[in-house]
């Protein structure tokens, strides 16, 4: 099958300021793809070149096998990273409007509009101004509007950022919902967690430059092994460990990077005898300390 | 299209909904009802003046009052005039003999009924009175006479006309030789409006008569009083010369030609507005159109402020291309505009033809023609397009970089500069509609609408409408482009917005500098 969506060496430029500087990327068709990268990094520039908000200096981009990105658009559900609501229009109206400028017919997509409201849990806001709707109902409502079409492709920019934990989930499910119909999903986002919970592939990027591409396994394994430890004590006593690189101490939990040759075991009983240990997992590094080592590097060079 | 129509579509509803609109629909009809009723209610609500009256000469004060007695009774006897056609109000009221004698008194000119009630309270022999009115007098004058002798004054009140004994009641003044004195506490204390003095031999005018008052602004009293005592003093003036009453009114003829618009209390002013009308109309439009122009572009750059602070335009542009964006908002704006200016026509065509009777006023013809006139109401329409074409393009471009509404009222007061202009010009130029002035802002596109709806009294020759209208519609075309290349950078602007003067080097900059779209590369 023909990736869903493909960039070519994709340049743009702000005056002097270089969003985003020659990146390439191949997202298949039914992937979670999740864009990582500090703030400022280009993500948002390059979504919004794919959605053609913004056009590329130079490169190309193929959105659903389609050069022209006016005439994909029906076919995209985006929810940008600044989104809102028109605040004196009635809430399915809005969500209707949204679906008929997606090419819906009126009389379908005020169907689908209640029956998403009412599957949502927001059936009795249908007729009320979306000036009513609390925080996270309008978030609720942001991302109805994204789906209304049943796009082929869902681009999601920041969609757990300011989310309560009930929220972070709804978007979860609706992530992979929309991956269980064989549709496509890219978001952004710089929770690691959330991008380690869910994506196939991450694509890192760092100063409009590509830092690391591929699926989530080959991004992890990039970086060295460690080891990850859960703890009750005093986190100092990580600190000068015979054998231990790096640590990244994060209070309870800690991740630990071994030297060259150096034996878990012999670490695993110099920490029972500092602290009590509640657990101890030799694995491959986190996608955060993934991230925050290329960036560093990044920085460095 | 499909998208064009649809952002159009939304705009319309939404703004119909929303009570500016509403507020923009009823202000005119309010305006205008305002306009007719308040005249005629300040009449009715005006306050009874109290005055009294030392008269020095011991004859004018009763002249006087003769002559406002006999002023009072030509007025019912207009009232019976107007009756058979008009059903006058209190037509219960008149005396049987007045209803009889109707239509002879409608057959009398305005001055001759002036006479005949003179005639009438006076008795004298009505030597001056036309053939017609002496009739009346023969036939009915006693009956008429007894009937105004023992009418109340609440029942003549009824008849709605506009006596002096509603406005002016005359309180006798005290005797003696401290009388000033008294007055002067009664004034002083608010009891009384005012009083007049009236000088020992006011035929030879030797000396002034006084009048005292409190209140230095309203002068309809003094005015009305003093009309009537310098119309008697004048025709003592003639007698005592044995000048023959005929020859006097012969000499007063011409006179009384001017007079006869004065004459009629009240009406000198709907006489001269009346002429004036035609002149001043296109005022009225100016005004309307400046106010529909300004308010509903402006209603478009807060709806633009609108998308951009609260977060939705991002995802409309997911949807639809910035141009596609503008296109349907500055449509649907137009839309809601356009019906908004309808409803005002509307309300003009039918409320000055049937307001003016509602409130009991006469239907006035000439103003009604005009609101039909279709010169006037063709500019005004197309005016109203083409200025808020021009101004659309440029606030929806303003309206783009601004993130919040304040940033939008801070950029208010350079427009509101430029749109001051036509209206500080649109006296000179109602005077003066071919003049200089008038056709050199003719020629300044953002002052074209208004200030050649501002010369239709002119009217303007056929070349300058085809040569103003032709410049108005290139500059549209520039300020649309312009509008286009703002907002498709402006929109997805953050932050503070820019100054103008980078606004003008997106404007000037070639396309790829600036976020604007490249070609499809295939």
């Known amino acids: ?301 | 299209m499909r998208r064009i129509f649809l952002v159009a579509q939304r705009e319309f509803v939404q703004n119909v909904r929303t009570k500016g609109f509403w507020f923009g629909i009823l202000f005119f009809p309010v305006m205008l009802t305002a306009f007719i009723a308040v005249p005629q209610l300040l009449e009715r609500a005006k306050s009874v003046r109290r005055y009294a009256v030392i008269d020095e000469s011991g004859w004018l004060l009763e002249a006087v009052n003769a002559r406002i007695a006999a002023n009072d009774l030509r007025r019912v006897l207009e009232v019976a005039a107007e009756a058979p056609d008009r059903r006058a109000d209190g037509w219960e009221v008149l005396a049987p003999a007045l209803q009889e004698s109707s239509l002879m008194l409608a057959e009398l000119s305005e001055e001759e009924r002036g006479a005949l009630a003179a005639a009438l309270l006076g008795g004298g022999d009505g030597a001056g009175l036309s053939p017609l009115a002496t009739r009346v007098r023969e036939r009915y004058g006693g009956d008429i006479r007894a009937w105004w002798d023992a009418v109340s004054r609440e029942d003549l009140r009824r008849l709605g006309s506009d006596f002096s004994f509603a406005r002016y009641v005359q309180v006798p003044a005290p005797d003696g030789p401290d009388a000033q004195a008294e007055l002067t506490r009664q004034v002083s204390a608010g009891e009384l409006f005012a009083y007049f003095v009236l000088e020992a031999d006011p035929v030879a005018g030797g000396r002034a008569s006084r009048y005292v008052s409190n209140n230095l602004t309203d002068e309809d009293l003094r005015a009305w009083f003093g009309y009537q005592a310098s119309s008697e003093v004048r025709e003592r003036r003639l007698a005592q010369e044995r000048i023959d009453p005929a020859v006097a009114r012969w000499i007063q003829a011409p006179l009384r030609i001017e007079v006869r618009k004065v004459t009629a209390t009240g009406e000198e002013e709907a006489i001269g507005s009346r002429d004036k009308l035609r002149q001043w109309a296109p005022v009225v439009f100016v005004y309307l159109l400046w106010i529909s122009v300004f308010s509903v572009s402006q209603m478009l750059m807060m709806n633009t402020v609108e998308e951009k602070s609260s977060r939705v335009i991002e995802v409309l542009l997911s949807s639809v291309s910035p141009v596609e964006l503008l296109a349907g908002k500055i449509t649907g704006i137009a839309a809601t505009g356009l019906t908004m200016v309808l409803s005002w026509l509307l309300v003009l065509f039918f409320g000055t033809k049937y307001l003016p009777a509602f409130f009991g006023a006469p239907a006035d013809l000439e103003l009604s023609a005009l609101a039909s006139d279709p010169l006037l109401i063709g500019s005004f329409l197309a005016y109203f397009v083409l200025g808020y074409l021009f101004f659309a393009a440029i606030l929806a471009g303003l309206g783009s970089v601004c993130n919040t509404v304040s940033d939008a009222q801070n950029m208010m007061p350079a427009i509101m500069l430029v749109l001051f202009v036509p209206l500080l010009s649109m006296v000179p130029i109602g005077r003066d509609p071919n003049g200089a002035l008038a056709q050199i802002l003719s020629y300044i596109p953002p002052f074209t609408p208004f200030v050649m709806m501002n010369r239709a009294a002119g009217p303007p020759t056929m070349l300058e409408y085809v040569l103003t209208t032709l410049l108005l519609l290139v500059s549209i075309v520039v300020a649309l482009w312009a509008g286009a290349k703002v907002f498709r950078i402006g929109i997805l602007l953050t932050g503070k917005p820019p100054r103008l003067r980078e606004i003008l080097r997106w404007v000037r900059a070639p396309v790829g500098v600036v976020p604007v779209r490249k070609e499809d590369p295939r």
């Open chain 1, 1 to 301: 099958m023909r990736p869903a969506l493909v960039l070519d060496r994709v340049a743009k430029r702000f005056g002097d300021v270089v969003a985003v500087d020659s990146v390439s990327l191949e997202v298949p068709r039914g992937a979670i793809y999740g864009f990582i990268g500090p703030n400022g990094a280009g993500k948002t520039t390059t979504i919004r070149m794919i959605m053609s908000i913004l056009y590329p200096d130079s490169g190309t981009i193929t959105v659903l096998d389609s050069r022209n990105p006016e005439a994909v658009k029906d076919r995209l559900g985006y929810l940008p990273e600044e989104k809102g609501l028109y605040k004196k229009m009635r809430t399915a109206e809005l969500l209707a409007y949204f679906g008929r400028l997606k090419g819906m017919r009126t009389g379908e997509a005020t169907a689908r509009a209640r029956r998403l409201l009412d599957a949502f849990g927001l059936g009795e806001w249908a007729d009320r101004k979306s000036e009513t709707l609390s925080k996270g109902m309008g978030q609720k409502v942001q991302i109805l509007a994204t789906l209304i079409h049943d796009p082929e492709l869902v681009i999601l920019d920041e969609p757990f950022s300011g989310l309560d934990p009930v929220n972070v989930d709804l978007v979860r499910n609706v992530i992979l919902d929309v991956r269980r119909q064989g549709r496509t999903v890219i978001f952004s986002t710089h929770v690691m967690e959330q991008a380690e919970q869910l994506c196939d592939f991450i694509f890192l990027i760092h100063r409009g430059r590509k830092v690391l591409d591929g699926t989530l396994r080959d991004v992890r394994q990039s970086g060295e092994p460690c080891v990850a430890v859960d703890f009750d004590g005093d986190g100092a006593a990580l600190q000068g460990l015979p054998g231990v690189r790096r640590v990244n101490d994060r209070g309870k939990t800690a991740e630990l990077f071994l030297e060259d040759g150096a034996d878990p075991q012999a670490l695993l009983k110099l920490l029972v005898e500092r602290f009590r240990v509640r657990r101890f997992d030799l694995r491959e590094p986190s996608l955060h300390e993934v991230f925050i080592r290329a960036v560093a590097e990044k920085r460095d060079a």
